[in-house]
């Protein structure tokens, strides 16, 4: 995710990096800390099934191994940009996931992006926020979703 001097391989404007990547499973949901390259992760039955529901019940994120959220802080970009941050943020947000997408298609795993998240409140995505009983300091919005797998599973 970075290099030495800190520099990820999504190119961020003014290298403000306000993303925040989770990956979801059945049973877990783990947070990337880029920073550290450790993962914070946590015990989590519920969320891949609240994800699937705001996903209009799409049985590809269901049925998923994986579920790869970004979600991007834009008050991180809006120090230097101000306006332009949003848009500064889903560029990046882009950028981010065609990388998921190509590397999950180099190591021989399958990915595709979810079309988007219906937003309700108290449900899903609240739950990155609300993870630790408080808020996460870097949740973020939700910008973009990816489902990924093994190949040729659940493929008829």
């Known amino acids: ?85 949003r848009d500064f943020v889903n560029r990046e947000a882009g950028h981010a996931a065609q990388n998921v997408l190509l590397q999950a298609t180099a190591t021989g795993l399958s990915a595709v992006p979810v079309g988007w998240f219906r937003r309700r409140r108290g449900c899903g995505l609240a739950r990155l926020e609300r993870w630790r009983g408080a808020a996460l300091p870097h949740s973020g919005r939700p910008t973009a979703g990816l489902s990924s797998g093994r190949r040729g599973v659940g493929e008829a």
């Open 1 to 85: 995710m970075t290099d030495t001097n800190g520099h990820r391989t999504a190119p961020s404007a003014g290298a403000t990096y306000p993303l925040e990547l989770y990956v979801i499973t059945a049973d877990a949901v783990a947070h990337c800390l880029p920073d550290t390259h450790t993962i914070e992760h946590r015990s989590d039955d519920q969320t891949l099934g609240a994800l699937a529901g705001l996903a209009f019940d799409q049985t590809f994120v269901s049925e998923a191994p994986a579920v790869v959220v970004i979600t991007g802080v834009a008050a991180r970009t809006e120090e230097k940009y101000g306006d332009a941050a």
